[in-house]
């Protein structure tokens, strides 16, 4: 099993700045892709960028040019730099890891509890 623990929201005006982290715990050699989905109120939860282990990237279009993910195998940790923030970026954001353990061929999506961006214009 793979535990995430996100940091990092709050609140912020159009146009500002945040970072967020996720740090991973657990299992963590069976880690592949991470990445980072937001959930507004009244709408689905959606994709807003991905990393895989080899480091490759992969955004949502609303946010590429001002968002960037970045990702230290290390520290297990993933970021989410996010740049030129908009009213519309305000959701809670949720880090997310998928994880297959060696030789079982299964797949499993871990969450993080969430953390809440606030984007006042």
């Known amino acids: 099993q793979v535990q995430l623990v996100e940091s990092g929201g709050g609140s912020v005006q159009a146009g500002g700045s945040l970072r967020l982290s996720c740090v991973a715990s657990g299992s963590l050699s069976s880690i592949r892709t991470m990445g980072w989905y937001r959930q507004a109120p009244g709408k689905q939860r959606e994709l807003v960028a991905t990393?895989?282990?080899?480091?490759?990237?992969n955004y949502a279009d609303s946010v590429k040019g001002r968002f960037t993910i970045s990702r230290d195998n290390n520290k297990s940790t993933v970021y989410l730099q996010m740049n030129s923030l908009k009213p519309e970026d305000a959701a809670v954001y949720y880090c997310?890891?998928?994880?297959?353990?060696?030789?079982?061929?299964?797949?499993?999506?871990?969450w993080g509890q969430g953390t809440q961006v606030t984007v006042s214009s």
């Open positions: 990393c895989t282990r080899g480091g490759t990237k």
């Open positions: 997310n890891a998928e994880d297959s353990p060696y030789g079982t061929g299964l797949v499993h999506n871990n």
